[in-house]
Nanobody, 124 residues
Framework: QVQLVESGGGLVQAGGSMRLSCEAS????????MGWFRQKPGKEREFVAR????????LYTQSVEGRFTISRDNVKNTVYLQMNSLKPEDTAVYYC?????????????????WGQGTQVTVSS
């Protein structure tokens, strides 16, 4: 079992920055692919970014490319999502997810473990 706990959400003005953290416990994550997803009110959960266990391969959804950066610290068992140039449309609950192996997972259905989510609100 893997437990994931997100932190770092809150309220920020448009154009600002915020860093989300996801700390894992239960197992070391060096063999897991880690992902960030978000869910806007009334919408389905959507892929934001993922990073493979080596940290050398990252993938982003087009709307955050160049603004968000996903990274991981396998020693600390923590994954980060640095969000810059935030826009009101980035407002959502952000979830951290983990899954064993690297299959290019971008669907929420492909991830076995989830955090509880953290609210990010970007004001205009």
């Amino acid at each position: 079992q893997v437990q994931l706990v997100e932190s770092g959400g809150g309220l920020v003005q448009a154009g600002g920055s915020m860093r989300l953290s996801c700390e894992a416990s239960g197992r070391t994550l060096w063999t897991y692919t880690m992902g960030w997803f978000r869910q806007k009110p009334g919408k389905e959960r959507e892929f934001v970014a993922r990073i493979r266990w080596t940290g050398t391969s990252r993938l982003y959804t087009q709307s955050v490319e160049g603004r968000f950066t996903i990274s991981r610290d396998n020693v600390k068992n923590t994954v980060y999502l640095q969000m810059n140039s935030l826009k009101p449309e980035d407002t959502a609950v952000y979830y951290c997810a983990a899954d064993v192996g690297d299959r290019g997972q971008t669907s929420p259905l492909e991830y076995a473990y989830w955090g509880q989510g953290t609210q990010v609100t970007v004001s205009s």
